[in-house]
């Protein structure tokens, strides 16, 4: 038999008196949990990262981009204390646009600071006409959804990790209890024996 610093190696999986039940079924909780980490949580990650860009891309195609106006001017940036961090010199004004049917309206929309009333502004309409936030770029889009699968594998992965060490301690709590027991019924038998 292998041994490794005076462990016999795969001890659960080879005959042995004093093997139990619980030493298998723990053996392989954690040959499915191994599976599991390896196999289903890398492909949970991926396959979360992939609908989550095509999603987001799909999002694009609905919306078109159409030039608005600004109605009034667009405020100055509030001042930020650590200004050497604050790049977004961006703010939110109210614009007009024409929809495709003709129709004339109006929303919020970001826009640079401090630009004048009737300066132009890019917004993102859906076929309705109605105002809606810039799309992500396909290269947002890839990094958002590299968030999420990384996010979701790792949530996975946490609970795999867990359930497999509820699955121990559960079987650890039943084998010390069922050693106390034959230890008791030992000692019954024994003393019997002497009487």
Known sequence: MRRRGGTVLLWRWRRNPLRRRSDV?????????????????????????????????????????????????????????????????????????????????????????GSRAG??????????????????TPAQARTQAAALGAAAGTGAGVLVLGGWWVARVRLEVRRSARWDHDWAEFNSHRGHRHA
């Open 25 to 113: 079924a723990e053996a392989w909780l954690g040959a499915a949990a191994a599976a599991l980490l390896l196999l289903a949580v890398p492909a949970l990650g991926v396959a979360t990262a992939a609908v989550a860009e095509h999603s987001a891309l799909d999002e694009a195609r609905g919306l078109h981009r159409t030039t608005a106006r600004l109605v009034g001017d667009a405020p100055e940036p509030t001042p930020v204390r650590f200004s050497v961090l604050a790049t977004d010199d961006r703010v939110s004004a109210i614009v007009r646009w024409t929809t495709p049917s003709g129709t004339s309206r109006s929303g919020p929309a970001s826009v640079a600071a």
């Open 119 to 136: 300066s132009p502004a890019t917004v993102w309409l859906d076929d309705a006409g109605r105002n809606h936030p810039a799309p992500p």
